[in-house]
């Protein structure tokens, strides 16, 4: 059995439309909230969320 998991927003810790497998991988994926109405981008590998933080311009 595949187990899922919802993609948590990391600005206000709902969850997102996105649902993720353990082998699910990736990379600068542009996550939106609807919640929240937000944008991030995050790296998603083994169920780790990490956020990247891009420098302002």
Do not use: G, H
């Not at 991030?40 to 780790?48: E, G, H, R, T």
């Amino acid at each position: 059995m595949n187990m899922m998991e919802w993609v948590i927003c990391p600005i206000c810790n709902n969850k997102t439309r996105i649902k993720i497998r353990k082998d699910t991988q990736l990379k600068n994926f542009p996550l939106y909230c609807p919640k929240c109405k937000k944008e991030s981008l995050i790296c998603v590998n083994n169920f780790k969320i990490e956020i990247i933080k891009e420098p302002d311009a």
